[in-house]
């Protein structure tokens, strides 16, 4: 299982951005994805997730300016970014809770980051 995400780049105070985040190869199923991010000297912290069907859960610090979203036929997961501030500039990384049907089993897996930088 791979993902592939896009949609990350520079914009200012108050913009928007939206990232988006496709898995494939060989997918089972898929129960949650979601996306962490990281700023240096940070740890990574989760942004926001979404169940299967639809539930989903963010960090306070996004609550009312992120929206997550995703598209089960597409295995795609979206992060619509609104109001962004500085301090969300960081490398935001997509991953999903999957079975793989090369193994039957449940893991994660996660994508290379995409980088998204606020300037004031």
């Known amino acids: 299982v791979q993902l592939q995400a896009s949609g990350g780049g520079l914009v200012q105070a108050g913009g928007s951005l939206r990232l988006s985040c496709t898995a494939s190869g060989s997918i089972g199923s898929i129960n949650a994805m979601g996306w962490y991010r990281q700023a240096p000297g940070n740890q990574r912290e989760l942004v926001a997730d979404i169940a299967s069907g639809g539930s989903s859960n963010y960090v306070d610090s996004v609550a009312g300016r992120f929206t997550i979203s995703r598209d089960n036929g597409k295995n795609t997961v979206y992060l619509q970014m609104n109001s962004l501030k500085p301090e969300d500039t960081a490398v935001y990384y997509c991953?999903?809770?999957?079975?793989?049907?090369?193994?039957?089993?449940?893991?994660?897996?996660w994508g290379l980051g995409t980088q998204v930088t606020v300037s004031s």
């Open positions: 991953y999903c809770n999957a079975v793989a049907i090369t193994t039957w089993r449940t893991r994660e897996y």
